[in-house]
């Protein structure tokens, strides 16, 4: 059972450079999110999907942009990285009733900007 | 403003050592509270999830129980292995789900 799959693990970019976080689940669930986690401060929600081909703006959008092409798919792209950035990022995903559904987490990607 | 509050930050027990982790919560119409454990370089895994007052769920060495402004996470005779980050979250009734920082526990031998 993978679960939610996040690649890459690690990665460090320079201040304006662009990448693509990716994240797969085998779970065939609806909803998925993607969240940062900073030391000191709960998980943040960036953005999140409510289904394939839908998207919609969490906690702090600012900076980054989503795809979600595919049900089992959901991107996370950062077109100009910037030190803020530096973060630890989570994907998750949840079923239908996500109001009583617990969030399944993959185990993150560590972002650096230098 | 919603809010999630974690005490405390840190902390740290003999094994054996039985103790209790506080989530407190100012949220409009609780719709849901969940506990979850984060081993370092890991993702959060779901524990618990509480619904009304007076509730509690039980699995293993620990056990959650609510209130109406707080859940706590008790952790009878800790060994080891329960190290971890546990994380509290509370989804209010617009659906909007928000963590809390965490408490970092470490159970020494």
């Known amino acids: 059972n993978a679960g939610v799959t996040q690649t890459p693990k690690f990665r460090v970019l320079k201040t304006g450079q662009s990448m693509t976080l990716l994240c797969a689940q085998d779970?065939?669930?609806?909803?998925m999110y993607w969240y940062r986690q900073d030391p000191g401060m709960g998980l943040r929600l960036i953005h999140y999907?409510?289904?394939?081909?839908?998207?919609a703006k969490g906690e702090v959008p600012d900076g980054y942009n989503v795809s979600r092409l595919k049900k089992q798919n959901f991107l996370l792209g950062l077109e100009s990285a910037a030190p803020s950035q530096t973060s630890v990022y989570f994907c998750?995903?949840?079923?239908?009733?996500?109001?009583?559904?617990?969030?399944?987490f993959g185990n993150g990607t560590r972002l650096t900007v230098t | 403003e919603d809010q999630v509050t974690q005490s405390p930050e840190a902390l740290r027990l003999q094994e054996g050592e039985s103790s209790s982790l506080n989530c407190s919560y100012t949220v409009s119409g609780l719709r849901g509270l969940f506990w979850y454990r984060q081993d370092p370089g890991k993702g959060p895994e779901f524990l618990f999830t509480l619904y009304s007052a007076g509730e509690e769920k039980e699995k293993e060495r620990l056990k959650a129980t609510l209130t109406k402004k707080e859940s706590f996470l008790h952790i009878t005779a800790p060994k080891p292995e329960d190290s971890a980050t546990y994380l509290c979250a509370v989804r209010d009734s617009w659906g909007k789900l928000q963590f809390g920082a965490g408490t970092q526990v470490v159970v020494t031998p």
């Open positions: 998750a995903s949840s079923a239908r009733d996500a109001l009583n559904s617990p969030l399944h």
């Open positions: 999907s409510v289904g394939e081909g839908t998207t």
């Open positions: 779970m065939n669930h609806e909803y």
